[in-house]
């Protein structure tokens, strides 16, 4: 049972416009989301989060916009830059009871053209 | 501050033995939590320590166990090695593990990739 999905396994932009990348839940218990981006043999960093209670968090280049009715967030990157190229995966996490776990889509690879 | 670290960075078993894997959390973190990732999976969650103890688990075989250390340290195990044990195991350490809707943020380390043959 999927409850994070990322439905886009690729996405490629050219460099200085916007990317977006989606992440859909199922789970409406959800209450904390969060962005990671993955370079290859590396952990994932953390990028931005955003909790149920907001729609919207910005920092930087990367915004992050959430859509409770729908059960979607996307995140944006304006301008998109070459370095940006990596997979980038959302994550949620529920209940404080939930404590140290995440559940992360399957990821999208954002290839930012120069 | 340093991130954390995991050790060794790879690693290569053969079916039926078993592995142990270590990661130690950033200073001050107490939450240790786990991950598998495989390329048709994606990142799975294994198990979290807290204080020492298991506090949380995700839906793993009991070949995957492990542990954390009074200086928040912890190991993981994977015992009779499978070939689809083979994967990029993960250790992520937070400050206490419950305040995620605070803004508490999990950290990863690099990772440990394990080949089963």
């Known amino acids: 049972d999927q409850q994070v999905k990322q439905n886009s396994p690729s996405l490629s932009v050219q460099e200085g416009r916007i990317s977006i990348l989606n992440c859909d839940y199922t789970n409406s218990m959800f209450d904390y989301f969060l962005w990671y981006k993955k370079y290859p043999a590396e952990g994932p960093t953390f990028l931005i989060s955003?909790?149920?209670?907001?729609d919207k968090n910005e920092d930087g280049r990367f915004t992050v916009f959430l859509n409770k009715s729908a059960k979607h967030l996307s995140l944006h990157i304006v301008p998109s830059q070459p370095g940006d190229s990596a997979v980038y995966f959302c994550?949620?996490?529920?209940?404080?009871?939930?404590?140290?776990?995440?559940?992360f889509g399957q990821g999208t690879e954002l290839s930012v053209k120069p | 501050k340093a991130g954390v670290t995991q050790t060794p960075r790879y690693l290569i078993k053969t079916r039926g033995q078993q592995v142990t894997l270590s990661c130690s959390p950033i200073s001050g973190h107490r939450s240790v939590s786990w991950y598998q990732q495989t390329p048709g999976q994606g990142l799975q969650f294994l198990f979290e320590y807290f204080s020492e103890t298991q506090r949380n688990k995700g839906n793993f075989p009991g070949r995957f166990s492990g542990r954390q250390f009074s200086n928040s340290r912890s190991e993981m195990n994977v015992s009779t090695l499978e070939l689809g044990d083979s994967a990029l195991y993960l250790c992520?350490?937070?400050?206490?593990?419950?305040?995620?809707?605070?803004?508490?943020?999990?950290?990863f380390g690099p990772g440990t990739r394990l080949l089963v043959l």
């Open positions: 992520a350490s937070s400050l206490i593990g419950r305040d995620f809707f605070d803004g508490e943020t999990q950290y």
């Open positions: 994550a949620a996490s529920h209940g404080w009871n939930q404590g140290g776990k995440l559940i």
């Open positions: 955003i909790s149920s209670i907001k």
